[in-house]
C-alpha cells in the first residue's frame, strides 16, 4: 500500500467560504486583504505531508526436507559475525542460507524485469542474484568492471558488479543500484540470492574499487522514492509450511501493530555495533537470565540464541533437557504448563514471550528432524559466555511475536507488540 504526499491546500480551502462567494461578496482591496491573511496563515503553519512509504510482500517458507541441528547451524552464524567485525571483514559475516525458516520475495532486475527469488537479511547489505536462475541483462543493465565477493559462513558468492533497475514493487522502483552478479555460488539451495538490508558499512570491502554500495533502502530514500530512511517488518508466525509478512519500506504500517512503538538507540558495543545492534536484559519470570549487554536483531537466524552462561540460567529454570537431533531443549506438557514468560527489557519497555510464543511450532517439528508430539524451546546456546559484544541474537522467533523498525535515519531500532504477539498457534 502506497501513500503518497498531499498537496499544500489552495487557498479557498484555507479560507471558510468558497472563492466565488468572496468575490461577490467583497470589494477587491478587502478580499486582497483576505487572501494574504490566508497565505500568511500557510506560511506560518507549515501543511504536515504524509510521509511516502511502500510495501513489498514476502513469504516464509520451512525448511520442510528437515535441517540437521538447527542451534549448530544458527551457532555458526553467530560465530562468523563475530569473527567478520572482529577482522574488520564486516560483510564476509553473514549466513542467511542455513536457516530452518527463510524469508523470501519475488524482485524484478533489469527492463523490462525479470523476476528473481531472494532472501531477505537484516544482517547483510549486498544485494545480488544468480544463485540458481541466472542473471538476465537487459537494456538497463551496466557491467561495472568491479568484482564483488561475500563469504557467508556456510556460503558464499563471487563474480561481477553491474547497476542495473530494481522493482520491489510498483511504487519502489531503485534505477542504477549496485547488484552482484554471480559467476560462483555455494549453499543457497532453491534461491537465487539476497536482498540485503542491512547497515550499509556491511558492504565495505566487498565490491572491488569501493568503499561501499548504497543498499535498497538507502537508493530508494535518497530518490526520494521514500521520505524517511526506515524499514519496518511484519511477520506472521510459521506455524504452517508457508507463512507471509510485509516489508515496509519509508515508515511503518500501522495496521500491522498495536499500540505504540517504542525506539532505542542502536548499541556502541563492539562487535554487535556493526549490525542492528541493541543493548538489553532477559528475564525468566523474575528470574535474571541476562544483564543488560549488547547483541544483534537479526532476520537471518531463526531462533533465540543467548549467552552460554545465560542460557545455563534458562536451562535449569524451565527443566529442559538437550535433544541432540535438533540441538534443542526439549520440555513435557507439564512442563510446558509451568513455563514462566520470558522478558526482554529494551530501553524503557518489556517485550514478553508467552509460554507459547517460546516453543516451536508444534506442527513443524519434523521439519527439523524432531518428534511430532514433543514440545522444543526456541531460546539456544549462542555459544560463548556473556561479556564478548556480541551475547544475545533476537531472530525470527523473536521477531514473529513483534513489529520492528530498522531506522538508519536516526540510528534506532524500535518494537511493537502485534496482533500475534499472544498467538496460541504452537
Not at 538490508?197 to 522514492?225: E, Q
Not at 514462566?340 to 517439528?365: D, E, M
Not at 544475545?392 to 538508519?408: A, K, M
Request: proline letters at 3%; charged letters at 10%; one cysteine or more.
Amino acid at each position: 500500500m502506497a501513500v503518497t504526499v498531499s498537496s499544500l491546500p489552495p487557498v479557498c480551502a484555507v479560507l471558510s467560504h468558497p472563492c466565488q462567494f468572496l468575490v461577490t461578496m467583497f470589494p477587491s482591496s478587502a478580499l486582497l486583504s483576505l487572501l494574504l491573511v490566508a497565505l500568511s496563515a500557510v506560511s506560518a503553519t507549515p501543511v504536515k505531508r504524509e510521509a511516502k512509504a511502500a510495501t513489498l510482500a514476502f513469504t516464509a517458507k520451512v525448511n520442510a526436507s528437515g535441517y540437521a541441528n538447527i542451534a549448530e547451524a544458527d551457532r555458526a552464524r553467530a560465530q562468523s559475525l563475530r569473527q567478520g567485525a572482529t577482522k574488520g571483514k564486516r560483510a564476509a559475516s553473514i549466513s542467511a542460507a542455513n536457516t530452518a525458516v527463510t524469508y523470501t520475495a519475488s524482485v524484478g532486475v533489469g527492463s523490462p524485469a525479470t523476476q528473481y527469488t531472494l532472501l531477505i537479511d537484516t544482517g547483510s547489505s549486498n544485494t545480488w542474484v544468480g544463485a540458481s536462475a541466472k542473471y538476465t541483462p537487459t537494456s538497463s543493465s551496466k557491467d561495472t568492471g568491479n568484482t564483488v565477493s561475500v563469504s557467508y559462513g556456510s556460503g558464499s558468492f563471487s563474480g561481477e558488479e553491474y547497476t542495473d533497475t530494481v522493482t520491489l514493487s510498483s511504487d519502489l522502483v531503485i534505477k542504477g543500484q549496485s547488484i552482484g552478479v554471480a559467476s560462483t555460488s555455494t549453499g543457497f539451495s532453491g534461491v537465487d540470492g539476497i536482498l540485503g538490508v542491512g547497515p550499509v558499512d556491511l558492504t565495505s570491502g566487498t565490491v572491488s574499487n569501493t568503499n561501499t554500495v548504497p543498499t535498497v533502502t538507502d537508493n530508494l530514500f535518497s530518490a526520494g522514492t521514500i521520505t524517511d530512511d526506515v524499514l519496518g517488518i511484519f511477520y506472521v508466525p510459521a506455524a504452517a509450511s508457508d507463512s507471509t509478512g510485509e516489508l515496509t519500506f519509508g515508515g511503518t504500517d500501522s495496521s500491522k501493530y498495536t499500540g505504540s512503538i517504542g525506539y532505542v538507540p542502536l548499541t556502541s558495543t563492539s562487535p554487535a555495533s556493526e549490525y542492528w545492534g541493541i543493548d538489553q536484559s532477559i528475564t525468566y519470570g523474575s528470574t535474571s537470565i541476562l544483564s543488560s549487554t549488547a547483541g544483534i536483531v537479526d532476520t537471518g537466524t531463526t531462533l533465540i540464541l543467548i549467552a552460554s552462561d545465560a542460557f545455563s540460567k534458562y536451562e535449569s529454570a524451565t527443566g529442559g533437557s538437550m535433544d541432540q537431533t535438533t540441538g534443542l531443549l526439549k520440555i513435557s506438557s507439564a512442563q510446558y504448563s509451568a513455563l514462566s514468560p520470558l522478558n526482554f527489557k529494551i530501553g524503557g519497555t518489556t517485550y514478553a514471550l508467552s509460554a507459547n510464543a517460546q516453543i516451536w511450532p508444534r506442527s513443524l517439528n519434523t521439519a527439523l528432524g524432531g518428534d511430532a508430539n514433543s514440545i522444543y524451546l526456541v531460546v539456544s546456546d549462542i555459544g560463548t559466555e556473556s561479556g564478548s559484544g556480541l551475547d544475545f541474537i533476537n531472530g525470527y522467533t523473536f521477531l514473529e511475536r513483534f513489529y520492528s523498525v530498522f531506522d538508519t535515519g536516526n540510528s534506532q531500532l524500535g518494537f511493537a507488540t502485534t496482533s500475534h504477539t499472544d498467538d496460541t498457534s504452537n
